[in-house]
């Protein structure tokens, strides 16, 4: 049987949303969409680093947490302290309590549970915090309770291997069967392509895949609508 494992944050919903909004209430309500999104997709890629960095024991998840708004703000000329930043860190985490999946990743889902598929998640981060978004987006609808996995429970994260290979062993599933779909290039195809899973990119924030890996995407998408055509002309 074959598994579709997702990845959460910018895979199934837009994650920028919450961070638009944030940004009008807290920084400055007047700039453009296109302002607030070269800001958001900064503290992203700052994120993906100072995650690497706390997962390390290297800094304090608060330091990550705050760190990757400070230090993307910074990159467009608008400086703020710790306090500020962490108020930033606490607002855009309530408004993730709103968050809602692309509707084209809900139709999917729905289609893919009449298939003879088996779907999962993994994903990166604080089992609170991730758990809390899971529960939002009401994943548990699709995809049963014990076929979540978070990082944050095994002390281990993407890109590393052994994380994908753990999940092989618990669901169980094979590698040649086990598709995974993910918006991070760095974290999920690397990781997925690692552990000999096939890796479907979920590119719509169009970046640019690392000219130095030796791994690419098996197949790269840049909508949810592209997305939702893929899986249901593949298993139709």
């Known amino acids: 049987m074959t598994t579709i494992i997702f990845d959460v944050d910018d895979t199934l919903y837009d994650q920028a949303l919450s961070f638009h909004e944030t940004f009008k209430q807290l920084i400055n309500d007047t700039y ?23 997962e390390r024991g290297e800094i304090t998840v608060l330091d990550w947490q705050v760190g990757r708004y400070k230090l993307a703000l910074q990159d467009f000329g608008i400086d ?9 860190h606490k607002q855009y985490k309530r408004a993730q309590g709103k968050i809602t999946l692309f509707p084209e990743v809900e139709t999917l889902l729905d289609y893919l549970k009449t298939k003879d598929v088996t779907l999962a998640i993994l994903t990166n981060g ?14 548990e ?66 970046r640019q895949a690392n000219p130095m890996s030796p791994y690419t ?20």
């Open 32 to 54: 453009s969409y296109d302002q607030i999104d070269r800001i958001y997709r900064a503290s992203r890629n700052y994120s993906e680093t100072l995650f690497d960095q706390s």
């Open 80 to 88: 703020i302290d710790d306090d500020p930043a962490l108020e930033f």
């Open 126 to 139: 604080e089992v609170a915090h991730q758990s809390m978004k899971i529960d939002q987006l009401q994943l």
């Open 141 to 206: 609808k699709w995809i049963p309770k014990e076929n979540t996995f978070i990082s944050g429970t095994y002390g281990i994260a993407k890109p590393n291997p052994e994380i994908f290979h753990i999940i092989e062993n618990k669901l169980p599933t094979q590698p040649a069967s086990t598709i995974y779909v993910g918006d991070s290039f760095e974290k999920d195809i690397i990781g997925a392509k690692q552990a000999g899973w096939e890796a479907v990119w979920m590119n719509h924030r169009l």
């Open 217 to 236: 995407a098996d197949k790269e998408i840049i909508s949810a609508e592209a997305l939702y055509h893929y899986f249901t002309q593949r298993f139709n």
